[in-house]
Structures are given as C-alpha cells and as structure tokens.
C-alpha cells in the first residue's frame, strides 16, 4: 500500500525542519510527486533549487525550508494542470540566476513576467517562482495553487479542517497555514483528482495526529487509510481526500526525524 511505501526505510538522520504547527497543530508537511523521470526531477530540486538530498526507502527526497519533496518513480497519469492543483509555488532568492540554472538543466520556461516565472518541470507539474532577495535560503516553498468551481467553499472548507487563516495573497483568495499559502482560483468546470498524476497527494504534520483524526471524523470526514501508528519507526499517518479531489497525507513524527 502507499503508505508503506512512503514511510518504507525512514532514517532517524533525516530532518524535516518543518514550520512550528499553528493554534491546531497543523504545519506543511511534504508534497508527494509520481516521476518517470526522477533524475530530471532531481535537476529542478536538487541543482537547480539547491534542496538538500536524502533518501526515503526507495524513493529520494529533497529537503526545502518549510517542506519535503518525496520523489517515487513511477509512471503517472497526466501533470498539474487539468487537476484541482494546477501547479506549485516558490521564492527564490535570485530569478534570474536561478532561471539561468533552469534552462542549463533544459527546463522549459513558460512565461516569465519578472519578479515571477512559471515553469513545466519534468513529468509536466507546473511549479511558479518569485523573486524575494530578503529570504535567507536560495529557495523556500511558498504556495500551492487551486483551481475549483467554488473558491469559497474550499477556502473555508481548509479553514475549518486545518485551521488556516482565510484572507489574500495578491489578487487570490487564500488561506494561509504554516510553510505554505493555499491559494485558490475560480474555474467554471471540475478539475481531475490529484491521485495518480504526477502530482499524486500534498501532505500536513500534525501534532496529536490521532485525536486530530477523530475529531475530523466526528465532523463528517472520511478516511480513505484510517489513524495507524508505524512503531517501528515511531510515526502515525492517515489519508484523505479534500471535497474537490485533493488526496491529503496526515503524518505525525516527521518533523521529529
């Protein structure tokens, strides 16, 4: 199952440095990403991006201020775009250099409207960048990127569940929880679920995983793999699926690692 093969192999030497958890005990936690390809990916994270490399059992992982990237190879549906998550967002300290990097390792640039770019990294994920010289790090996750046919409703929906803070990023209604900025974009018709693109499930560090999924389930939220624990390496997690189709890891214990 997946989340064997997630956790599969976890070393005590690797350290997620995730954000503090907010009033309910949620922080970003990790994006889970299904390559043909993963030594492209590699490019992007690793030399282009400058994350930090280790591994996860079978898969790599790739360590930014804020949030691990696990990398599994495997042959995914379709990319970002056309699913409710059409593409992923960060800072960088320097554009310029970094877009040098990006066509050095032969990644296309789709526009790029200083202080921003948006990249079609490998396996077709769209991944955004934006300029900000004060961040102390040459690159740290920033946003994750909705398409839904009811902004508000999935606004608050991450509200309630997560306990993010509602409010704007720009011109685009978001929420905000620690190490990331959940923006959300209206479109008329229904985006694809993310499971099984390349793009296959974002995830939450969550503190008292277990009473967090009760109460949740109290609420009315399913569970598509209930609250376990992993004694053997010390972790808890569970899955679901957001109302538009977003899959969603729960752990608890990688930021401990």
């Known amino acids: ?48 991006l400058g994350a930090q490399e280790t591994k996860l059992g079978n898969m790599q992982v790739f360590k930014l201020p804020g949030v691990l990237i696990l990398l599994q190879k495997a042959d995914p549906r379709a990319g970002s775009e056309g699913s409710v998550i059409n593409h992923l967002g960060f800072k960088v300290r320097d554009l310029s250099a970094t877009l ?31 300029e900000d010289p004060s961040i102390s ?7 994750i990127h909705f398409y839904a046919t009811d902004v508000e409703a999935m606004q608050k929906w991450y509200a309630t569940t997560f306990g993010a803070i509602p409010g704007k990023r720009g011109k685009f209604d978001a ?39 009760k109460k ?6 399913t569970f598509d793999v209930p609250y376990r624990k992993i004694p053997a390496l010390g972790l808890s997690l569970a899955f679901l699926t957001d109302p538009w189709g977003t899959y969603i890891e729960l752990t608890e214990g990688l930021n401990k690692l």
């Not at 976890?10 to 043909?36: D, F, I």
């Not at 990644?107 to 960048?129: K, W």
């Not at 790090?137 to 946003?143: E, K, L, S, V, W």
């Not at 949740?216 to 939220?221: F, N, Q």
């Open 175 to 213: 929420d905000d929880l620690p190490g990331v900025n959940l923006s959300f974009t209206p479109f008329a018709a229904a985006q694809a679920p993310t499971k099984g693109r390349a793009l296959d499930h974002i995830g939450f560090e969550v503190e008292n995983l277990e009473a967090f999924t």
């Open 216 to 221: 949740l389930e109290a609420a009315g939220v």
């Open 137 to 143: 790090a040459p690159a740290i996750h920033h946003h």
């Open 100 to 130: 040098a990097k990006v066509e050095a390792a032969h990644i296309t640039i789709v526009s790029r409207t200083p202080p921003q770019a948006m990249l079609l990294a490998p396996d077709d994920i769209r991944v955004e960048l934006t």
């Open 1 to 48: 199952m997946k989340f064997a093969i997630l956790l599969f192999g976890l070393s005590a030497a690797m350290y997620a440095q995730l954000a503090a958890p907010n009033a309910s005990g949620v922080t970003m936690g990790h994006l889970h990403l299904y390559s043909k390809d993963p030594e492209a990916q590699r490019k992007l994270w690793a030399d282009v």
